[in-house]
């Protein structure tokens, strides 16, 4: 699978860090993009009609 570099606020790192018991912001955030793509995924199935995204909004803040 093709890799991507991106770059995102420390905080943010840490915090998933923790969450995920992991000490690798790598280790921690591509199970994070991973969970979050699964959980609109399961949204969109049982979400409400013409919400396509299921309340979940991406943002560049």
């Known amino acids: 699978m093709a890799k991507v ?3 995102i606020d420390a ?3 840490v915090e ?3 969450l995920a ?3 690798s912001p790598q280790d921690a955030v ?3 993009v ?3 793509i699964a959980r609109g995924h ?3 199935a049982h979400g409400p009609q013409g ?3 299921g309340g979940w909004k991406l943002s560049s803040e």
Do not use: N, Q
């Open 51 to 53: 919400h396509p995204h």
């Open 42 to 44: 399961r949204t969109e």
């Open 30 to 32: 591509e199970p994070a």
């Open 21 to 23: 018991g992991v000490k």
């Open 34 to 36: 991973r969970d979050f």
């Open 11 to 13: 905080e943010l790192a």
């Open 5 to 7: 570099t991106v770059s």
């Open 16 to 18: 998933v860090m923790v």
